[in-house]
């Protein structure tokens, strides 16, 4: 299958069309900037014009079929920076700017499509946040069983529906949701249907159905159909409902990729708008930026994962740029891939070992270039995901958590936006410790995690701040909204049915909310929310109170 078609496809001839009738007024800038240097002399400032310009074009030329204008405007470039380093360059410039025009007048760029229609890999078509609606089908003989798993999940938010057969379960996965299917294993030995369309909805939708048996006998005879009939999990009864939410959970979620990040360094628009559109054709989302001086900005807004950056633009050098980027200590660790028509090893050396870590020459290859972005963008997020987050609940440890309240409360003072903070503890955590033991304490402590996860926006940030305490950043929320939605989940959390072994219990929790910008500082705010909470602690428990502004 290619990878591009369709509007992307005619985007990519719309780009090499608008090159080809850009080219002469391109030829005729470089044109005017030898024959400054012809006029005035070999001064730095007019080779480097000089450099500049034929850089661009030899990588753009190369990017849209021009292999003849890209390998003489090389040439150029080497002149130019032979010259600028005070080496005799080997041809002279005059008659390289006459192979130029020569080369410019030669209907080429048809071979681009060419080379596009040659590049084929798996499509992946883009997805606003890698995000597919979950959907639970319940097929349970037991009637109790069945309406407790169905209230159950229902408070950790996800949608359930209970069934009696199969046709169901092809209707549902035949849209674009995430389907798990909790069926009892006396189904598949009393239903013949079910035992002849599960296997091949399982085969057919293998992206986004997932299959748990429960079972009352757990023989390794019951085990294998499960297995054969395309079960994912299997629990035996009595069933542990937090074990087996976790197991939905995980189903639910392994097939959800939010899409990588990249930002696009490079003055000329045409490589911008070709490096993007690849990009977002293999499902990643891109910002760019054409001028160095806008980076940092983009780099603090839209927080990408990997940079693609052009080698030579004017007013500071990839490699320049690059050692900006890494004396920041937020950024040291954002890999950085460039891109450049420079072919000289030694060259590429130098440069990834003064800030980058990987080096793609022009012209790019689609597919080499979306491999190169997975790769290192993947392994990154891998890192500060471990770097970033708590070994127990997955959510952001103590110091990140307020690392990215300090970047929220900056956010919400220039775009003139309110912010709360949410302090939660629960209650009396200490005997459920002692009582049940700290592995059942650590499923409580994972429930709740699962609770904010599943209640709370994608876009809020939620961390663990230390032992039974988490906190939760709601950005672009008054102190009533965030004591409406905190309080929802504080009564929903109350009904969460928790087990230690064939014991339940029930656990509580207290939460206090300070708000910005009547507590406008960090510090401020996480005081003002601790003091709140201990209030709820003194009134009783299971309680959320808001600091008075």
Known sequence: MSLLSGKVRERMEELSIKFARQLPDKVRELRAAVS??????????????????????????????????????????????????????????????????TAARKPQASTKISLLESATMEEVEPSEDGYRERLVLLWLVDEATRNDLYHQLGFFGFPVECIDGPKTIEDRVGGDQQVIVIIDVNVIRDDDECRRMLPQLKDSYSDRLSIIFVSEADTYDVRLSAVRFGGDAFFASPLDISQLIDATESLASRNEARPYHVLVVDDDPDQVSYLALTLQKAGMLTAVATDPRNVFEILVEEKPELILMDMYMPGATGVELAKLIRQQEAYVGIPIIFLSVETDPLKQFRAISQGGDDFISKPVDPIALVNAVRIRAERTRSMRFFMERDSLTGLLNHSNLREKLGQELQRAERMGHSLCFAMIDLDNFKSVNDTYGHLTGDRVLKSLARLLQERLRRTDIIGRYGGEEFGVILFDTTARDAARIMGEIRETFSQVRQQAGERDFYVTLSCGIAGFPAYGTMNELTEAADSSLYEAKEAGRDLVVTARE
Do not use: C
């Open 36 to 101: 400054r240097v012809q006029a005035n002399g070999e001064r730095d400032d007019n080779l480097e014009a000089v450099r500049g310009l034929a850089h661009k074009l030899a990588g753009s030329g190369s990017t849209f079929g021009f292999k003849d204008v890209s390998a003489v405007a090389r040439r150029i470039e080497h002149h130019a920076g032979a010259l600028l380093d005070g080496n005799d360059p080997e041809d002279d410039l005059g008659t390289l700017m006459s192979e130029l025009e």
